[in-house]
């Protein structure tokens, strides 16, 4: 059994996402999904809404966990980390605008501390 843990706050991660799991999930399996989506101050309040609809639209046949969370990302990310224990995690570069380039400072926190392997998805 494999768990995936799934953090975003954006439809487009959330799509690679899916995109990404599809070649690597068999529903007959054992394999888990969670998807945790943190409401960042920061950001458009109904970011992390979408990217959780859309987890619920493209995942619906592997029934994912969802949580949502308020508060700064990194921080969120690393707890449900510690409350799942997934195998992988999936991030995305940055958060998911379209004039963002490279790989962001939430994204490179999280490859710096977390102890497993970590995904970043390439987005459209």
Do not use: C
């Amino acid at each position: 059994m494999t768990t995936f843990l799934l953090a975003t706050s954006s439809v487009h991660v959330t799509a690679a996402a899916a995109d990404y799991l599809q070649d690597r999930l068999d529903p007959a399996s054992d394999d888990d999904i969670v998807v945790v989506a943190v409401r960042d101050p920061a950001a458009p309040s109904r970011d992390a809404g979408d990217a959780v609809n859309v987890a619920r639209s493209r995942l619906a046949g592997f029934m994912p966990t969802i949580e949502t969370k308020d508060g700064e990302p990194v921080t969120e990310i690393l707890t449900t980390v510690d409350e799942y224990d997934p195998n992988e995690l999936l991030i995305g570069p940055h958060h998911g605008a379209d004039d963002s380039d490279g790989i962001g400072s939430t994204a490179q926190e999280l490859l710096a501390r977390v102890d497993r392997p970590v995904i970043v998805l390439p987005l459209p």
